[in-house]
């Protein structure tokens, strides 16, 4: 057995030498195989979870959703969307540094743990991405996230949650009043989630419409409650401007 773990740490130096591991965020090599060099980590632009509104997960200084009414029951964010932890989703995203959703992931973790204390979850659902995106990309941040929250705290992936497609049949079971509702909003789930508590990741939030909406699907699906997770949150400045630009 001792022999095994030897060989193990002779292999795992081995690919250490040849495939070097490097920061997700600057990358340069990090010398302790570590995914963020030490730097980097240091700078990190964490939300404190003490200051945390629950319903827009953003610091209250800078929490302005009073006058919404969210359908989830909270949502808990990382990083404010900027900086060094900008970095970091830009490479993710963008340049297709997959390493970053273990990154994100336990980082995620560890605020789920915390701030979700009183929550048992049954499933974890994802925000789909549309199949342009998909195309370009080659992979939904989002579902690599989900996946490894999923074996992290080993509760079942559902990946029910789909962009509505016109010809995509809406839920059965329910009324011709409910399902005509239903066909206004954007996001369907076709899984029944009777009575269950869902954790719904997705990478970034910014006006938490989207969260919104998916949440909507979830209910509408038969969920009990959904709460929210995500890695990083715009600050609400930059949402006003985006929503202004939408306009
Ligand atoms: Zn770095
Ligand atoms: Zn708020």
């Not at 204390?117 to 994802?126: G, V």
Request: hydrophobic share 35%; with cysteine.
């Amino acid at each position: 057995m001792k022999m095994l773990g030897r060989l193990k740490d002779i292999f795992e130096a081995f690919l250490d030498i040849m495939y070097p591991i490097k920061c997700c965020c600057c990358g340069e090599i990090t010398r302790n195989g570590s995914i963020i060099c030490a730097d980097c980590f240091k700078n990190l632009e964490y939300i404190n979870q003490d200051k945390r509104c629950k319903a827009c997960g953003r610091e209250k200084s800078s929490c302005h959703c009073g006058m919404y009414v969210w359908r989830f029951c909270e949502l808990v964010s990382v990083f404010r969307y900027e900086g060094y932890a900008k970095r970091i989703m830009l490479r993710f995203k963008i340049n297709g540094k997959r390493r970053s959703a273990d990154f994100f992931a336990k980082e995620m973790a560890l605020c789920i743990q915390s701030e979700y204390k009183d929550y048992s979850f049954d499933e974890i659902c994802y925000v789909p991405i549309s199949r342009t995106s998909y195309n370009k990309r080659g992979f939904n941040q989002s579902k690599l996230i989900a996946e490894k929250l999923s074996k992290i705290f080993d509760i079942r992936l559902n990946s029910s949650l789909k962009i509505k497609h016109k010809r995509l049949p809406q839920h059965k079971s329910k009324s011709r009043e409910e399902r005509l509702i239903n066909s206004q909003y954007k996001y369907v789930c076709n899984s029944t989630l009777t009575g269950k508590t869902i954790l719904l990741i997705d990478d970034i939030s910014t006006t938490g419409a989207t969260l919104d909406d998916c949440t909507r699907a979830l209910l509408f699906a038969g969920a009990d409650k959904v709460c929210c997770a995500t890695a990083m949150i715009t600050s609400y400045d930059k949402d006003k401007k985006k929503i202004k630009k939408e306009k």
